[in-house]
């Protein structure tokens, strides 16, 4: 059964800080890695999807990693800022067989990001 | 920008109640899916719906539940006899195909309150 674990719990940082937020898998044979960002109250929020083929995207501040093997993702935020306080989710796609899948994205518990002005 | 649709925003019920969440999804997408987050909780694959089919369902998913894509547009998740422990967030996402490029779009997400 695939598990994922994200560290840390929660991190508070000053603004203008670059920071790593790290994502953790059991099985690595996952299909593809999505990170979410979440406001509290609110929906999930797309920020990133790496197939299990790349090594990493990029969206603006915002570049993930991806090591299948090792079966680890790293969510790296240049620059933070004030608006960037959410919590992060990473979530992965399990490769069922033959390169398809059903589309179930297995969660980690979050990131709480506070970055202070 | 398109985007995933739930109704409604909050949801108080009593126990015993049937409830119908309902989402429109992203317009051109194929697959749809219902996720929930019990507060404090990780996010929990409910079920996944293709072809006007259930592709796949975790053990969450058992037969007090049910979905439905009663036309073009809708896509709904039925909970037949509502339990204290279904107060949850419940989120719906589509995405455009299952293969390939998958990601997933999300709803604002439905607030259960079993009471």
């Known amino acids: 059964k695939q598990e994922v674990t994200q560290i840390p719990a929660a991190l508070s940082v000053p603004e203008g800080e670059n920071l790593v937020l790290n994502c953790s898998f059991t099985?690595?044979?996952?299909?593809?890695l999505q990170w979410f960002r979440q406001d509290p109250g609110k929906g999930l929020t797309s920020l990133l999807l790496?197939?299990?083929?790349?090594r990493e995207q990029t969206s603006g501040r915002l570049n993930a990693s991806l090591d299948k093997s090792s079966g680890r993702s790293t969510l790296y935020i240049a620059a933070s800022q004030p608006g960037d306080s959410a919590t992060y989710l990473c979530?992965?796609?399990?490769?069922?067989?033959?390169?398809?899948?059903?589309?179930?994205?297995?969660f980690g518990q979050g990131t709480i990001l506070t970055v202070h002005p | 920008e398109p985007e995933v649709t739930q109704t409604p925003s909050h949801q108080v019920t009593q126990m015993g109640q049937e409830v119908i969440l309902r989402c429109v999804p992203i317009?051109?997408?194929?697959?749809f899916y219902w996720y929930r987050q019990i507060l404090g909780q990780k996010v929990e694959f409910l079920v996944s719906?293709?072809?006007?089919?259930?592709?796949?369902k975790s053990e969450i998913f058992d037969d007090q539940f049910s979905v439905e894509r009663p036309d073009g547009s809708n896509f709904t998740l039925k909970i037949r006899s509502t339990k204290l422990e279904d107060s949850a967030m419940y989120f719906c996402?589509?995405?455009?195909?299952?293969?390939?490029?998958?990601?997933?779009?999300f709803g604002p997400g439905t607030r259960l309150t079993v009471l």
């Open positions: 996402a589509s995405s455009a195909r299952i293969i390939s490029y998958n990601e997933q779009f």
């Open positions: 719906f293709y072809n006007n089919e259930i592709s796949e």
């Open positions: 790496i197939q299990s083929s790349q």
């Open positions: 317009s051109n997408h194929l697959y």
């Open positions: 099985d690595s044979a996952i299909y593809n």
């Open positions: 979530a992965v796609r399990l490769n069922l067989r033959y390169g398809t899948s059903y589309g179930k994205l297995t």
